[in-house]
């Protein structure tokens, strides 16, 4: 089936229209009909090969949400009709340690990533959501809960799991306070989720006028990253810091916010970070960790859990010819919301 | 009192011969003659100016068993004749949420380290335990349980606390794969504290002659952190690694070592690492945690665990005339055992 896009046709290039054949589904594979995907910086920093060369045409885009149009005989879990949503990944081994324990995100041989990655189904390369027709396996599909809108739900596929599987698993709940470092895509989400789970939530900035967006969310305020007296005053305090940044930086003073026994975690730099003294962790048994996405099993959790809260992403709805445009944008400031792409207006039936 | 002592003269000079007076006991401290004092890295590291300037004499020692012979009016845990120990802290603000909660070796405010650091009693230089006569705050003294012999007690001040208190912590136990990263006088205790906790352990060094002795401590064996076979085969599969390595060094191929959601633990090297890059915490949801020595609370949980699990370290012990051959032999070799310092023999009562 033909595949209407947007596809990168090099690292330096505006993306443009692109025309390619998804493949049949094999026996386990479910076909969907995108009807939106979210824009994630990642789709920008993988079409300029930030994070290493990738095939081109490069077709981004892994937060997905569509009806399904067909399903291959092994499929149970899915009807053509359902709402289903795909993430990040679309395959791995399946059999290591990971794998079996709900973690195919952290497959120890290979996650297969929803674009430029090698698929292993057909040998070509992966290609995402910027697209009109997905086909995926079974076990990379999620049930989309009724009271979710579709729109809104596309970016919890990436945005949302990031920031809700590293809460979810260092156990923020009431009488922890939390602190979650920068306010754009991943930001925003991470100070829902942490507030519906009772924790006292900050946030941590380098744009003081972020304040009342923070606080529309449920955050306190926030601590200026810049303000040498808001940084002193926030020492040694925090339980829990989601660190969003979205490139490489001096962890330091950042570990320094933490409380004894407190993690950091980065969710946003996915690269060669700095050093950091080690006396800053040794002090106060603290950590730095790193979290990326989740596995299905807590991506269904998230999604129930977003339902059951009723969190959702600030959102502003593009047609996918303004991508570039949205691209620039995105990388001028980290927005405080998500652009999602309504494919379907994008590409009216002819 | 007068305190017959070693002291290191400046950076680069032996130690030598020193005396000097320690101060009448406030009515809130513990004066004690020293019996036993253990031999750490931290001790040379320290006179040597690795840490930063210190003052001279430099009197080292921090691993300290000895006997009450003075008690202040406010004193009720101990009297004179009791056996105590004195470890590698000596006071602390006591008001701050780390003192609070028992963690005054993250103290907000500033710990007062047994040696080298500004003594708010009386504003000299603290001077640790090559030593004959020490006097410590009472909260900063503990109880040395009956069954513990006194040299060999010594190193549980600082080396078994220092191990005790990740290995606990992280909830070390049965089912857990345990690397300890190093053999020398902290990674032999790790060991024998990871292998009471019931999980398995092996020894990650550079050294495959360690072996048998690593085996002998309950260790399954060892992997050569130079091999890649080695290193290859053990990726992702251990929950906790406790890295004793004593300075900076390259993480990363550690990191991977971790299974799902472990945890690298520094406690050696107290110096400005080399960075990482984030995809090997992100990948696993793995952490870099440091840990050093531990609260007054955990140190007494350590010495009860010790005595309950007969714990204890690999001692030779030494006059402190020797101290100086024991110095040079500690820099050439990361030794699984301690030097312990007899400080009776040293110096017998005329």
Redesign the interface.
Known sequence: MKAKSFAAPSADKPLEYYEFDRREPTPDDVELEVQYCGVCHSDIHTARGDWGEVEYPCVPGHEIIGIVTRVGSNVTKFKVGDRVGVGCMVNSCGT???CK?G?EN?C?EETIWTYSSKDPVDGTDTKGGYSTLMVVPEHFVVSIPESLDSAHAAPLLCAGITTF??LS?WKIGPGMKVGIIGLGGLGHMGVKYAVAMGAEVWVITSSPEKKAAAESYGAKGVIVSSSEEDMAHA??SFDFLLNTIPK?HDLSPYIKLL???G?LC??G????????????????????????IGGMKETEEMLAYSAEHHILPEIEVINIQDINNAWESLMEKNMAKRYVIDMKKSFPTE
């Open positions: 290591c340690d990971a324990r973690f952290s120890f599987s590293p698993h020492a040694n490489a409380n004894i026994h993690v980065i969710v730099a996915i690269e060669p970070m700095p050093g950091f003294h080690s006396g800053d962790v040794i002090h106060g048994q603290r950590s730095v960790a790193g979290s990326g």
